[in-house]
Structure formats: structure tokens, C-alpha cells
């Protein structure tokens, strides 16, 4: 499952967050989002966990957890179509 977490603090890392989800089962990928001519962290990420259960059980467990004095937003991410006017690069 795909997992989207949102007012991530600016500091945190990809490792970070892999751990924190780690604790509720196998992480496949965790990327912090971020800005491609500053590279500095947008403030959110997508966690992908193989098993249903344990992403399930990460998102009902963290959402609105407190992460480095920033309260989490998790939940399951939600695919956006792609525009095709709007080409991506």
C-alpha cells in the first residue's frame, strides 16, 4: 500500500522515516518529497508497505503522532490521474 504523510518536519530524513514505519512491518521505499531546484524537503512523503495489515495498522498508529514537535498526518495515499495538458518532465 502507498502511504502519503504530510507536516513532516523539514529536517527529517528518508532513513528516518523508513524506521518509524519499520516498526509495524516490512518498508519497501520511504521518500520525503522535495524540491527539485532547492532540494530542500516539501514537507511530505510516500511510504510503500507490501503487507495491507501493517500499512493499515502504521496509518491508524501514527496519524496525528507527534514526529521532531510536528503532529503527522497518515493516510492512504490516493492516485491522482495525470493531466494531459499539463506533461511531466
Do not use: C, W
Not at 512491518?25 to 524537503?41: F, H, L, P
Not at 501514527?62 to 518532465?89: C, F, M, T, W
Amino acid at each position: 500500500m502507498n502511504i502519503f504523510i504530510g507536516n513532516l518536519s523539514y529536517h527529517m530524513k528518508d532513513e528516518e522515516l523508513a524506521d518509524l514505519f519499520a516498526q509495524y512491518g516490512d518498508v519497501e521505499s520511504a521518500r520525503i518529497i522535495k524540491d527539485r531546484e532547492t532540494g530542500r524537503s516539501k514537507g511530505f512523503a510516500f511510504v510503500v508497505m507490501p503487507n495491507d495489515d501493517d500499512a493499515n495498522s502504521a496509518i491508524e498508529s501514527l496519524n496525528g503522532h507527534d514526529v521532531n514537535g510536528r503532529p503527522i498526518r497518515v493516510n492512504q495515499a490516493i492516485e491522482k490521474e495525470r493531466s494531459e495538458r499539463r506533461p511531466r518532465y
